[in-house]
Nanobody
Framework: QVQLVESGGGSVQPGGSLRLSCTASGFAFSNYAMSWYRQAPGKERELVGSIGSIRTPATNYADSVKGRFTISRDSAKNTVYLQMNSLKPEDTAVYYC?????????WGQGTQVTVSS
């Protein structure tokens, strides 16, 4: 079955960096777009950005993270990454990776990112 497992969250000071990883299994990873979402306390889940399949690996980002966050993928490791630089307190949230596989959206369990001084 499809599984998405995130890792790499933690606590960091404003201006710091973190790299999140999401390892996928149960589907042909290279053929599917992957997305990162986040959900802050009391707020709706929002799209952070996404990356296309290996054939069309274009990325797109929310305006709030553009220029600070970078999504990449490694098909040999079935892993998608979210590199987060210049972190701000408002980036504090649970971060989820997601994929739509055969019309169903799948989610990882999430990883907490806390940005605080």
């Amino acid at each position: 079955q499809v599984q998405l497992v995130e890792s790499g969250g933690g606590s960091v000071q404003p201006g710091g960096s973190l790299r999140l990883s999401c390892t996928a299994s149960g589907f042909a990873f290279s053929n599917y777009a992957m997305s990162w979402y986040r959900q802050a306390p009391g707020k709706e889940r929002e799209l952070v950005g996404s990356i296309g399949s290996i054939r069309t690996p274009a990325t797109n980002y929310a305006d709030s993270v553009k220029g600070r966050f970078t999504i990449s993928r490694d098909s040999a490791k079935n892993t998608v990454y979210l590199q987060m630089n210049s972190l701000k307190p408002e980036d504090t949230a649970v971060y989820y990776c997601s994929a739509i596989v055969t019309t169903r959206r799948y989610w990882g369990q999430g990883t907490q990112v806390t940005v605080s001084s």
